[in-house]
């Protein structure tokens, strides 16, 4: 019978691009966990894990050592740790998975603004190459109102800092977070903050109330209107309609979207706002 070499602390969560990854939490929880709209880890108490257990669970895997092209570093955001840190875990993982190509992890824009541009070049030079960041926004209102703890700038400069050491970033975007109220500022906002920060991936996902949405607007600090099929793709297609971008891939392929579209934006927007307007009947 197969038994899985190391026991994960669950929940795990990881990007639907990592299901083939190998998984190791460096961290439980969340370093900031106070997003009105996230229940991801609610039912966990931050806190780091010791290196020691980190490299057990590293060394399970010896035996499938030749198999292992990518790690992802869970759970929240392990850049909370320090660089000294984090270079000894990435240093142990290219030592036991010998034909590695890429590490990954979740990461917020406060714990990269952290870091200095040296250290997150030493971390690249390392093997990190790739970091996941929710921005859910780009307006400075709808951040306040779900407690994000960031704002537009803080975002930009530490996405174009961490751009600056060589690392790729897959940012993410929610439909629907503002609500009715804020819809249009949302959709317009943050199209201008991914405008700056030219992501390498950026994807979307709908505001999704996974405990109901009486639970969800209580955490909420607005009177929150829940916005309809309709409303969710009219705001899509503002969103689409102001981005600026080079090459950026987009996917709108999560289970939560209504619509999904993919490709690179610079070719395919166009087609995307035309899918759009084909689906839905929106001129």
Sequence with gaps: MYTYPIQYHEPVFRPPSEGRSLIIQLTLGCS????????????????????????????????????????????GDPMVLSTKRLLRV????????????????YASPNNLMRKSLSELKELQSAGLKLLFVGLESGDDKVLELI????????????LNK???????SSVMIINGVGGKTFSRQHAINSAKLINEIQPKYLSTLVLTAYKGMDYLKSRLNFD?????????VQEMRLFLQHLQLEETIFRSDHASNHLVMKGVLKRDKAKFLEQIEHHYSIH
Excluded at 92 to 102: G, T
Excluded at 162 to 168: P, R
Excluded at 224 to 232: G, R
């Design 162 to 168: 961490s751009k600056s050491a060589g690392l790729h």
């Design 147 to 158: 407690n994000k703890g960031e704002t537009s700038r803080s975002m930009i400069e530490a």
């Design 224 to 232: 929150f209107e829940e916005l309809n099929n309709i409303e969710l």
């Design 32 to 75: 900031w966990n106070k997003c009105a709209f996230c229940e991801m880890y609610t039912s966990k108490q931050f806190r780091a894990r010791k290196e020691e257990d980190i490299f057990k669970d590293i060394e399970a895997f010896m035996p499938y050592a030749g198999e292992i092209r990518r790690v992802f570093l869970a759970d």
């Design 90 to 105: 990435l240093d142990k993982l290219n030592q036991v998975f010998p034909k590695l190509q890429r590490i990954s992890a």
